[in-house]
C-alpha cells in the first residue's frame, strides 16, 4: 500500500470539508478549494482526520492514490497558510514594478515592458525591484504562474542574467578563452 496515500491528512480547527460523491470542497480562512476525486478514489472524514482509501490494488488506483492525499493535502494547507514563490531578476537594468496586487511591469531587457496579470487567487508582491513573490491557496496556480515569469527569461549560463527561483543555482559556464 502506498506510504503516502497511507497516511492520514489533519484538519485544523477552522477547517471545513465537504465531501461529495466524487468531489472535495475544503474551506477555511484564506477561501475555499474545490477538486474532483479521479477514479474510484474515496476519502472519508473521521474526527478532525481526513482519509484517501482504494478500492483494490490494482495498478492505475494504486498510482491515484499518493495522487489523491497529495492533493487533497496541499489544499488543506493552502486553506490555512497558502503557499508562496519567491523570484529573483538577475541583470543590469532589469527590474520589477508592481501595479496593484494582480499585475507586474518587467524591465527584461527587451525593446518593451513586459506586463504580466495574475490569475484569479494569485497576488503578485514586489518589496525590492529585484525580487517578486506569487502568492496564492492553490499550489497548482502558484507554482504556473512562477514558472509562466521564470520562462520570459531564464537564467543563462554565462553571465547568469534572467529571472531565477529564489536560492536556485545557475551553473556558469566559462566564456571565450583569450589567445
Known sequence: MSRVGRSPIPVPGGVTVTLDARSVTVSGPQGELSRP?????????????????????????????????SLVANMVTGVTSGFSKELEIVGVGYRAVARGNSTIEL????????????????????????????????KEKVGQVG???????????????????????????????AK
Open 107 to 138: 524591465a527584461l531587457g527587451f525593446s518593451h515592458p513586459v506586463v504580466v496579470d495574475a490569475p484569479d487567487g494569485v497576488t503578485f508582491e514586489v518589496p525590492v525591484p529585484t525580487r517578486i513573490v506569487v502568492r496564492g491557496i492553490d
Open 37 to 69: 476525486l479521479p477514479g474510484s478514489i474515496t476519502v472519508r472524514q473521521e474526527d478532525s482526520t481526513l482519509l484517501v482509501e482504494r478500492p483494490d490494488d490494482e495498478r492505475h488506483n494504486r498510482a491515484l492514490h499518493g495522487l489523491t492525499r
Open 147 to 177: 514558472a509562466d515569469i521564470r520562462k520570459l527569461r531564464k537564467p543563462e549560463p554565462y553571465k547568469g542574467k534572467g529571472i531565477r527561483y529564489s536560492g536556485e543555482h545557475v551553473i556558469r559556464k566559462a566564456g571565450k578563452a
